[in-house]
């Protein structure tokens, strides 16, 4: 059964030859689905003529404006109606098409997702969850910079839609939750996080509250759920791709810069390669913006083809796993045993 995405097709740094090459990659692997690209005609109509399949399943709406990448939200959101991001996004709401997807402004991009299509029911603020890859597993975490501080129930909300990702996105049928805080111990953290994980303890299945975790468990995968406001999270998740940098280029230059190092390097190579398509970015590539009645997808900005890919592979899978509905149905199974917990967090 085929499957309608828009894609900003203006978005991003390499766009929009990035989002048709994208568009492409994902279409070779899962053939049944197809496209809106919204973005300027004139510019897309050579790229899609590459290639003749996609060509085929994919019909070019033509937007005048495109949001910059240093656009302010407000100002994104009051004059971009007619850009490609906003555009791609009215598909959503109207039923055009199943999802959306863009590389462009993460700021435009969640004021306009919120504005348009508003949050589902039990949810009050929507949350950006993306993967990491760590030690043991792949790992969610939410919220990345959504929301720069949250209460106590906005992290059960995000826990819950977290525990759906988990389940649609890494095919784990019983995620284990975590709170992200300054230790393990239950006195530790503010009064926000306490509250947070006495509700937790409190929800019914299929909630598995593992406790307080801190910032090394991350990389260990000690859970599949991390949760924490988007200021904590968007913090850890720039010192990630920073240290990841880093390590990438200092190993670089530790093996090109001698002859030992170089034959160093031949002898590694099967196991350096090994190692960098397990950690590759790219291939973790797509934060859904969790708890918004309808499916927008964030790439990131700088990704190539094959990033772009993966983020159209996730939204399709959220769609086909029916992710809202499964969001909706499991925040009405734990409100009940939320709202006892609720008053006593605000008491």
Do not use: W
């Not at 969640?110 to 792949?138: E, H, Q």
């Not at 975590?178 to 019914?204: C, F, H, I, Q, Y």
């Not at 190579?269 to 190692?275: D, E, F, I, N």
Request: charged share 20%; net charge positive.
């Amino acid at each position: 059964m085929s499957l309608l995405i828009a894609l900003d097709a203006m978005g991003g740094d390499a766009a929009p030859a990035m989002v048709v090459d994208g568009a492409a990659l994902a279409l070779a692997a899962d053939p049944e689905l197809r496209f809106v690209l919204f973005g300027d005609e004139a510019r897309l109509r050579p790229l899609l003529a590459r290639h003749p399949g996609l060509r085929a399943v994919a019909e070019v709406v033509h937007t005048p404006d495109a949001v910059a990448a240093d656009a302010k939200p407000s100002l994104a959101l009051r004059q971009g109606r007619t850009s490609s991001m906003r555009l791609a996004i009215d598909a959503v709401k109207d039923g055009r098409v199943a999802a959306a997807v863009s590389a462009g402004n993460t700021g435009a991009l969640m004021a306009m997702a919120k504005v348009v299509l508003r949050t589902l029911p039990g949810i009050d603020r929507p949350a950006i969850c993306g993967v990491f890859p760590s030690r043991s597993r792949p790992v969610v975490i939410l919220d990345l910079g959504a929301n720069v501080a949250c209460d106590a129930p906005t992290l059960v909300q995000f826990a819950v839609m977290g525990t759906v990702f988990a389940r649609a996105i890494l095919g784990i049928e019983q995620p284990t939750i975590g709170l992200l805080n300054v230790g393990t111990e239950e006195l530790k953290g503010d009064d926000v996080v306490r509250a947070a994980a006495a509700m937790l303890k409190a929800s019914p299945p299929p909630i598995r509250f593992g406790g307080f975790i801190e910032g090394t468990d991350l990389v260990e995968g000690s859970v599949d759920v991390v949760v924490t406001d988007g200021f904590t999270g968007n913090v850890a998740l720039k010192i990630a791709e920073g240290v990841a940098r880093m390590f990438r280029d200092s190993l670089k230059e530790a093996f090109t810069s001698s002859l030992r190092g170089r034959l160093g390097y031949l002898v590694a190579k099967p196991a350096l390669v090994a190692l960098r398509e397990r950690f590759d970015p790219r291939r973790h590539n797509g934060a859904m913006f969790l708890g918004l009645n309808g499916v927008v997808v964030k790439s990131h900005g700088g990704t190539d083809a094959l990033g772009f890919s993966h983020a159209i592979k996730v939204a399709a899978d959220l769609v086909r796993q029916g992710t809202n509905a499964r969001i909706t149905e499991e925040m009405r199974a734990v409100r009940h045993a939320l709202e006892p917990a609720s008053r006593a967090a605000v008491s």
